[in-house]
Each structure stands twice: as structure tokens, then as C-alpha cells.
């Protein structure tokens, strides 16, 4: 019997599509895990199954965090961010966004580390990256600073304006001519 949409289970068809898509990326030669990812969130998004959504979502900002010098990194993160606020998870919301501290410091953003510390500091991180958060926030420091404009910002922004400062820091600078 097939579970209807949003339920998973062993039996459900969720677990007949991972398992479809799992033999097709066993059977390519140098997959791409993301390109993978990105199916699964957008196959679970246009049917309405928010939990794979947000598990989708969730894989594919750990590739984004274990890459962090790719600017695409924080995009993902962002993504995630904001599925979990659309479903009302702002715990996992805010865990998340801990993980751009990552790919902010790996791109030079400082502001943009003590900023997202501030909003997140009483989150724990997904993916084991206690470590690396902590090293990326006091380099940061080290090079600008307590930066108290910065940390008060962090500290009052709300979740929504937070997926907003998120989406904001990933996307590409203006052209300057």
C-alpha cells in the first residue's frame, strides 16, 4: 500500500524514488551527488512532501557546507533557512543558518561571520562543525574586531529577516562598471 503524499515509511514511494534515483547515480560514473540532491528537493517539492523537502534541502547544505569556498554554498544554506521557516521550524531554521559561518569566512565575509554568530549563537550546528565554526568566528574577530555594530545586528534580527540577510550575503555582487 502506498503512503500518500508527506508520509514516509518502508513501504512508502518515497523510498521506491530514492531508491530509483540511488540505482541511476550507482550506475553513472563520477555522479554528482548535488545534481542528485537537487532532483529529490525538487521532486518532494512539487508533490508537496515537506519533510523529504526539508531532508533534501538539508543533504544538500551539508555538500554546500563541505565546500565551503563555493559562493553557491551559502545559496544552499539560504535555501535551507527557508524551507524550515515556510514549515515553521525555527529551531532547525536557525541551526542551519549556523552553518554559513563556514562558507562566509571561506569567501573573506567577517562582517558577514560575527553577524551570523550573533544571530545563531545559541544554536547548535548540523554536520560536526562546532570546530570550524568556532576557529572561522574568533579569525573574524581577529580581523575586524568585537564588531558590535555587527553583533547587534545579528542578535535582533528575527527569523525572517534573517533568510533575507542569508539570501542577501549569497547573492553576487552588482557589476561595477
Not at 530509483?20 to 547515480?25: K, P
Not at 552553518?99 to 569566512?105: D, T, Y
Request: hydrophobic fraction near 45%; aromatic fraction near 4%.
Amino acid at each position: 500500500m502506498r503512503r500518500p503524499v508527506g508520509e514516509v515509511g518502508c513501504d512508502g514511494w518515497w523510498d521506491d524514488v530514492l531508491r530509483a534515483l540511488n540505482r541511476r547515480a550507482g550506475r553513472q560514473r563520477g555522479v554528482d551527488e548535488r545534481a542528485v540532491e537537487i532532483q529529490v528537493a525538487q521532486l518532494a517539492e512539487m508533490t508537496g512532501a515537506a519533510l523529504i523537502h526539508g531532508f533534501a534541502l538539508a543533504a544538500l547544505a551539508s555538500l554546500a557546507e563541505a565546500t565551503a569556498s563555493d559562493p553557491g554554498s551559502v545559496q544552499t544554506i539560504a535555501d535551507v533557512t527557508a524551507h524550515y521557516l515556510r514549515v515553521d521550524n525555527h529551531t532547525h531554521m536557525r541551526s542551519f543558518a549556523r552553518g554559513a559561518v563556514v562558507p562566509l569566512a571561506a569567501l573573506g565575509d567577517e562582517e558577514g561571520v560575527v553577524t551570523l554568530d550573533a544571530a545563531t549563537r545559541n544554536q547548535a550546528a548540523f554536520a560536526g562543525l562546532g570546530a570550524e565554526i568556532g576557529a572561522a568566528i574568533r579569525n573574524a574577530h581577529r580581523h575586524i574586531g568585537e564588531a558590535d555594530d555587527c553583533s547587534r545586528h545579528g542578535a535582533a534580527m528575527t527569523d525572517d529577516e534573517l533568510v533575507d540577510w542569508l539570501r542577501h550575503r549569497a547573492a553576487p555582487p552588482a557589476p561595477t562598471r
